[in-house]
């Protein structure tokens, strides 16, 4: 598989395309781990939860996957200019809002170039942020409310 | 209800100037008020206020005429 080097990231939020404002994207997902050793049960585990294998030298604790905790990273390049980011993402403070974001803008997604979707709470902003002589931006972590859709297709 | 793009952004796959309906925006995963409110769309058909209405007749005065100058005794030396 090509390496890839993030130029012509797409990203959409509430519709608008935002992308040539913003210089960083992080989309991540955390699970939540779940503990689950019993007495005598402490060897290899499969993925279906059977025990495959003998006895393991030492007792090990068991753990499976619990609620997963998604959150998206944005870095915006600050602009107060009429339909930018200042008078998009204003309004949606406090709204879970609908994103998405594609490695290379296109009109479809594929195996190659999947487009994930997702719903954000946007909980925070840094309208100003910055010193003197240095660009504005505005870096913003949301969580996501619910699961990230990957479509291929 | 349509909708035209009037921001410089790509607003639901759309450019400045296209035409939207409610179900674009909806299936594009906006919304209609906060695209309104943001100034990215604007109901198609609306019209800027004409020229008529945002100006506002001024209230007409009525300027007294000048008084006609009277020769009396209180402003003529001579007369006295």
């Known amino acids: ?153 | 209800m349509e909708y035209i793009v009037i921001s410089n952004k790509k607003v639901c796959g759309k450019f400045n100037g296209d035409k939207l309906t409610e179900s674009d925006i909806i299936s594009a995963g906006g919304q209609v008020e906060f695209l309104l409110a943001s100034g990215h769309i604007k109901k198609a058909g609306q019209t800027p206020k004409s020229v008529k209405e945002t100006i506002k007749e001024e209230p007409q005065v009525q300027k007294e005429e000048p008084k006609a100058f009277v020769f009396n005794t209180y402003n003529n030396e001579g007369d006295k």
């Open chain 1, 1 to 153: 598989m090509a390496r890839i080097v993030l130029t012509d990231v797409e990203v959409i939020i509430g519709g608008v395309t935002l992308s040539d404002h913003v210089a960083s994207v992080t989309l991540g997902s955390t699970y939540d781990i779940i503990e689950t050793t019993a007495f005598g049960n402490t060897g290899q585990v499969g993925p279906t939860g059977a025990v495959t294998g003998a006895s393991v030298p030492s007792a090990a604790r068991q753990r499976t996957a619990g609620l997963v905790d998604n959150s998206v990273t944005f870095e915006f390049h600050q602009d107060f200019a009429a339909s930018e980011v200042e008078a998009t993402i204003y309004p949606l403070l406090g709204t879970v809002v609908a994103c998405s974001v594609q490695p290379v803008a296109a009109a479809g997604a594929s195996a190659t170039n999947p487009q994930y979707n997702f719903f954000a709470l946007a909980s925070e902003w840094t309208p100003l942020n910055g010193a003197v002589g240095e660009l504005s931006t505005a870096s913003v972590t949301w969580p996501i409310s619910g699961p990230i859709t990957k479509a291929v297709s």
